[in-house]
């Protein structure tokens, strides 16, 4: 969509299109999802080049539920699917269901039996499979093949009044059993269900294969770039067949790759086993490629279609690194998230040269890359927490953190040199004791005095308690479909920890699911729904740096 960069393939498709006048320069594209699963980032791309070409095009984009599989469909899934597409960002023009036009798409069947160009079939899959040759082989024809037109209409009336059980006929397009193209080889139209569908209830027994209802369903809705994904090259020749013979709106359909990214799987099915099985917490848990998981996950809209227009529109199979979306959230959150203060495993810190019960507010700005995020109180005071990784009792020469007779600043406040600590029975730090130095406050520090390191804090007695899930990638394995073996057995046993004591800045308790900040040092963050008024918990969204990327350098 950017000026700057040049066409892609199908952009330059569809600006030749109506440089050439096809359709009178219209454009309408449709993204149609099967609801029988929440919608991934895979599909979030397929939604940014559908839209995405509409809006560069003045043309419109129709949202169609591809809805001809009863079995594993549900309105659950359509509305978690119309909420991710507005949420990402954009608007369709009309909402249409495939199932909608059952009674047409069985006239199209019907018209095609009157040319005498589809037919009942007895045979069963196992049966027909066999009778279908080899690629360099052709297919024999079924007994089925020769039936009357008179007889076909009868059969297939029948097949409708449900007179057949499940599996007992199919009906066929009678296209070249010779054909190089397997898909060309009298392909299914039709089944018998019989089953419950979510919208048409038990009207009909039978159901359109994808191939008889999808560029039917295209052709219907006048769609003049039908997009999908590159598995359907070869199946283009049956959808123009089916369209050429039907004699209805010439849709012509376009293939780019599909999204494949680093230590994801990506199919409903499989992510499906991950909610049904347990390994995560349902559809939108955080770690999941699911737009609401990567909402929850505290990615943003405006995140996603960058990464898309990153990944761009390829003709070619790729993977894209996960690096790559971590990178597009931690830039915009960087630019928009404010900075907080936040210690993710606390060691207590007492200021001995401090008043005892003296409080004061420091003044520190929400994000220096952005004046107008204006600044914070902070509460400063005797006690601190500091991370307990900030301390070392032996520090090596480079540490420039807090130790003993080392010199560090408490990040808005001062800087102060550590002293002593005190240990437990077990030899674990309890407790760090440091003074300060009055003359080095932020903002008004005269004393000429520099450290190299600056650490956070909260006040222990203003401090809020909050829970904090560290999220890291679901797999360890890089392609977990490519494995051997079951997908499942590539989780990453480590991809949530959970903090249960983090202290943070007390205004956090204000904090509402969906708000993001930087914890300073940490990472970027955001507010889950599992939040109460008394508990905060936060989701970590992605580090500060890319960590697996500096792990590479080293191997
Ligand atoms: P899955 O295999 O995950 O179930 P699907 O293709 O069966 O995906 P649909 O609901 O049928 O899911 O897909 C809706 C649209 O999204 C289709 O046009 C499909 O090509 C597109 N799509 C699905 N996955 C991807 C992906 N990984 N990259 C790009 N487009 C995708
Ligand atoms: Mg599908």
Known sequence: MSEERPLNFIEQIVADDIANGVNGGRVLTRFPPEPNGYLHIGHAKSIAVNFGLAQQFNGKTNLRFDDTNPVTEDTEYVDSIKADIRWLGYEWDKELYASDYFEQIYEFAVKLIKKGLAYVEDATAEEIAASKGTPTTPGKPTPARSRSVEENLDLFTRMRAGEFKDGEKTLRAKIDLASPNMHMRDPLMYRIKHAHHHRTGDKWCIYPMYDFAHGQSDSIENITHSLCTLEFIPHRPLYDWFIKELEIFPSHQYEFSRLNITYTVMSKRKLKQLVEEKYVSGWDDPRMPTISGL??????????????????VQKREQMIDLGLLEFCIREELNKTANRVMAVLDPVKLVITNYPDGQVEEMTAENNPEDASAGSRTLYFSKTLYIEREDFMEEPPKKFFRLGPGLHVRLKNAYIIKGESVEKDANGNITTIYASYLPETKSGGDHSGMTVKG?????????????????????????????????????LNPDSLQVVKEAYVEPGLLQARAGDRFQFMRKGYFTVDPDSTPEKVVFNRTVTLKDAWAKEKGKA
């Open 295 to 312: 909402r929850r996950r505290g990615y943003t809209p405006a995140s996603i279609r960058q990464f898309s227009e990153r990944v761009g």
């Open 454 to 490: 600056t650490i956070h804090w909260v006040s222990a007695e203003h401090a809020a308690t909050a829970e904090v899930r560290l999220y890291d990638r679901l797999f360890k394995s890089e392609n977990p479909s490519a494995e051997e073996g079951d997908f499942k057995e590539f």
